[in-house]
């Protein structure tokens, strides 16, 4: 049965990973390594944190250094050949943030995900028009050019189609603000099929949409956040910032944020009270 191939982002992080557990069942420190190997010390961090590609000579060299047998070799120079591949996000990658594609890369293989968002409806269930005008409303701040917003639009599109409708699609979980749905963004036909799309997209059987109302109890002051879980890899939250994004990996931080939006869906309506309320929202648009 051939090799499925995987996420070129998420092959990166695990090649770095699993040299670092060889490392530590050897005993070894890094600096201890990279002395016995004539490297230098930033070599191996580097390597281990996924921040430099090894070569495969490098990688052969740490396997006999760490006296493991031919078939983790094999798997390891597996992972480096896909983490060689591109990813489907660097076509876009001039027109978005470095912390944003690399989002994108760990997203691609992401079995679940959590998002809470207070203030718009999240990229993966926007119209083209809706997310048109949200790349719009920040321009100014983020100085994006003409072409940057198309691209910015057609990158997110893109992601849709391969997220929403990939084969085997993760579990997404979407809790919104009850304002977001009331923001405006565009003229009011663009909020009105905004708020069909969203009833659309909630109909799939691996998204669930929840609606935290204005009068529900907000457990907690956060802002938008997105969990992502992985079958092979250990869960990472994505924070986005106006100028930058933030990765929280500690798995006890992980693991709050994983609390924080069961507190924040247990307070939102369910999926069926949810699409009520965004049918009536969609009718207050047609107004």
């Not at 085997?168 to 708020?195: H, I, Y």
């Amino acid at each position: 049965m051939p090799r499925q191939q995987g996420s070129p982002t998420v092959r990166r992080l695990r090649l770095g990973q699993e040299l670092r557990l060889l490392r530590e069942r050897r005993k070894l420190t890094g600096a201890k390594a990279a002395s016995e190997l004539g490297w230098s010390p930033s070599k191996v961090s580097r390597i281990e944190a996924a921040r430099t590609m090894p070569s495969t000579d490098d990688i052969k060299a740490l396997v006999k250094l760490y006296r493991v047998d031919g078939d983790k070799l094999d798997e390891l120079i597996g992972l480096l050949r896909d983490a060689e591949q591109r990813g489907w996000w660097e076509d876009y990658e001039d027109a978005l943030p470095e912390e944003y594609t690399r989002f994108l890369g760990l997203e691609a293989e992401a079995v679940s995900q959590r998002s809470w968002e207070p203030q718009i409806v999240p990229g993966l269930l926007q119209t083209e028009d809706y997310a048109r005008e949200v790349i719009l409303a920040s321009r100014g701040i983020a100085r994006i050019t003409h072409s940057g917003v198309r691209s910015r639009v057609e990158a997110r599109l893109d992601r849709q189609r391969r997220v929403l409708h990939r084969p085997e699609p993760c579990r997404l979980t979407v809790v919104l603000d009850e304002s977001a749905l009331m923001r405006r963004f565009g003229e009011p036909s663009v909020m009105r099929e905004q708020m069909e799309h969203l009833l659309e997209i909630s109909l799939l059987p691996h998204v669930g949409v929840h609606v935290l109302t204005l009068d529900s109890l907000h457990p907690v002051n956060t802002g938008t956040f997105i969990h992502l879980q992985f079958a092979e890899f250990d869960d990472v939250v994505y924070l986005e910032q106006l100028y930058t994004a933030n990765f929280v990996e500690d798995l006890q931080r992980v693991a709050g944020y994983e609390i924080a939006f069961d507190h924040i869906r247990s307070e939102a309506l369910d999926e069926d009270e949810s699409r009520v309320l965004i049918q009536r929202k969609a009718m207050l648009w047609r107004q």
